[in-house]
């Protein structure tokens, strides 16, 4: 399906369009990787909505990225029930081994590393979400063999033609 | 011994699927109200019940249902609050991910009830497994004729729509979700009209938690006393508890509802790690209030919880111990609810950023005398003055950290520094 039928499906769940604007940014972003100006325009003509409330919904939203990510986004939990399981210790590790700071991408682009409030999984706590996947009961063993796991995965053509983390 | 309700096809193997929950009674709550009970029979029994909604406000669901206008001329709605953000809280997640027809039923017949042939389950955009998982089960359930038209063979149409957000804990604030499903920035509305009057798209509109709307099949077939008769009278049923933090063994457990903080932390998720020992508990996700220790023995309801200066909320009893620092806590929480603050209005938007601002210079020892007294003014020119729930979330929180802990915090401005660095 082209992004424009994937668009129009789901618009079709509502009784008025502005509802898909949310469904159809999801959709757009999984195709883009990200949600430059053009992509939100077209977007809002898909739809037959106001320009605008499609902008102010990219930018309100915090899952939506009008700014590029890398091909993996690291989104580490550091909200309470991670920080009582030491997630900081986490965040300075990654910070470390990928030489960047949190909010930053590498320059390979493969690695953008942000901390996210509460991923409602706290019960494996400390957490980190990974484009689709939750990864639990981290430690800094468990991040290394993940980073290994992904650099890997990034070196396979499968995985290169894969749309960028959310 | 307390028999698992809600959890029982959690660890069962391929629970998610339709085969597991038919074979474990599924969908027969449906075909009985279907067969034998009028709408309103549906709405009386759950009163019966005296079921309280288990996304943290804890208001009697039959009631809620009983506002729904009887006869209108638009659509009723019916949408399910799967946004969990609350801090600490992921009962909804694991009911979604590995039951999700528990769901499906709860779905139908609380619509049934209300006169919806509609629904919208608004599940915050990181679950992806629930998200999938569910929309299997609505394929599956679809297929088999427990969603659709003329369901089981009766006049009742129903079908179900995920609507998948995108980050903002605001919208487990319930018109600020009618807002997202909109298409709309998720600001929370003026009330009223209540969302049962006016609600999504202008319509009728009911909106329950996950973990109430799996309560209901269950009240069906096993009657209201059935349910009546677990926990207290007033606040009763079997309830969801999300263990975390510093604790041995946190995951979600189902006990009766009422259970002591004390039996549930101690007994069931093992007490503390070795070596140290409880400080304290938030007891239903980081809006509830922090309980110290010595008042663990509280029970597990929102009546008893009240009662004690803080609240149920959903559940996500996070526990903290002692070299844990609790200005630290106090100031996660705030930039918490600083960060999502919906920017609406002014004491939640500017008042969290001045108290964002305290605490963190108190935290890094750069703390000044009077600062204390500075955090209790401005929880006061939060609480009670802001548009939504968040920021007397956020003031009630902080108000009892201050209250419980107020020598930590002095110590932090004297000393210069954070004693537990």
Redo the contacts between chains.
């Keep these: 399906m082209t992004m424009r039928e994937k668009i129009e499906e789901a618009a079709a ?11 159809a ?2 959709i757009a972003q999984r195709q883009h990787g990200y949600l430059p100006g053009p992509v939100l325009e077209e977007v809002a003509d898909i739809l037959g ?1 106001e320009r605008i ?1 499609v902008y ?2 990219a930018t ?5 990225h009008t700014e590029p990510v890398g091909m993996f986004h690291l989104q580490l939990c ?4 991670c ?3 030491r997630s900081e210790d986490l965040l300075r590790h990654l910070e470390e081994v990928l030489g960047i700071r949190k909010g930053e991408t590498t320059p390979d682009r493969l690695f953008t590393l942000s901390t996210v ?9 400390p957490v980190m ?1 990974v484009g ?3 990864h639990g009961d981290l430690d800094i063993a468990r991040i290394d063999a993940l980073l290994d796991r992904l650099r890997a995965e990034a070196g396979h053509p499968a995985a290169a033609a894969a749309p960028p983390g ?1 | 011994m307390f028999e698992p309700v809600l959890l029982k096809n959690v660890d069962v193997q391929d629970g998610h699927l339709l085969s597991a929950y038919e074979a474990g009674g599924g969908y027969q709550a449906l075909a009985k109200v279907l067969r034998q009970d009028t709408p309103d029979e549906v709405i009386d029994l759950v009163k019966q019940s005296n079921l309280r909604g288990r996304g943290g406000a804890g208001f009697p669901t039959g009631m809620k249902w009983s506002f729904v206008p009887k006869r209108v001329d638009r659509p009723k709605y019916l949408c399910c609050n799967a946004d ?7 009962k ?2 694991i009911i979604m991910e590995r039951d999700p027809h528990q769901l499906i039923e709860g779905l139908a017949v609380s619509a049934y009830a209300i006169g919806a042939e509609t629904a919208y389950v608004y599940i ?6 629930a998200i999938r998982r569910l929309e299997q089960a609505i394929a599956e359930a679809s297929a088999k004729g427990y969603l659709g038209t003329r369901i089981l063979g009766s006049d009742f149409n129903f079908t179900v ?1 995920i ?7 605001i919208c487990g604030e319930e018109t600020a979700m009618l807002e ?7 600001q929370p509305r003026l009330k009223p009209p209540f969302p049962a009057v006016a609600g999504l ?1 202008a319509s009728p509109t009911v909106i329950n938690n996950v973990e109430t709307l799996v309560c209901v099949p269950h009240i069906v077939t096993r009657g209201a006393d059935w349910f009546r008769g677990i926990g207290p009278d007033r606040s009763p049923g079997p309830k969801l508890y ?5 604790v041995r063994k ?3 457990y189902e006990l009766p509802m009422g259970i002591p903080l004390r039996e549930l932390v101690e007994e069931h998720a093992g007490g503390a790690l070795p070596g140290r020992k409880i400080k304290a508990v ?1 007891p239903g996700g ?1 809006s509830a209030p922090v309980i110290p220790e010595h008042g663990l023995e509280v029970g597990m309801d929102f009546d008893s919880l009240a009662a004690a200066g803080s609240m149920l909320g959903s559940a ?1 009893v ?3 111990d002692d070299a ?1 620092c609790m200005v ?2 106090a100031t ?2 705030i930039e ?1 609810f600083h ?2 603050s919906c920017g609406k209005c002014t004491p939640c938007r500017e008042g969290l950023n001045w108290v964002v601002k305290v605490l963190r210079r108190i935290e890094a020892g750069e703390g000044a005398p009077g600062d204390l007294e500075q955090l209790d003014r401005l929880c006061k020119g939060i609480f009670g003055n802001t548009f939504c729930a968040l920021g007397d979330g956020a003031a009630m929180g902080l108000q009892a950290a201050l209250a419980h802990f107020r020598e930590e915090f002095a110590a932090h401005i004297e000393e210069r520094r954070c004693p537990f660095h």
């Design positions: 769940r509502y009784p008025d369009q502005r509802s898909a604007i949310m469904p940014l999801l909505v409330w102010e919904l309100f939203y915090t899952l939506f550091d909200n309470v029930s920080m009582l399981r409030e509460c991923l409602g999984a706290c019960e494996m706590a979400q689709d996947a939750y959310e | 969990e953000g609350e801090p600490g809280t992921f909804d997640r915050r955009g990181e679950y992806v497994t729509h609507h998948r957000g995108a980050g903002a804990y997202s499903l909109e298409g709309k920035r998720a798209y999300c263990l975390s933090g510093q946190p995951g979600l938030i980081v996500g996070i526990v903290i844990t630290k806590v996660r929480i918490f960060h999502e």
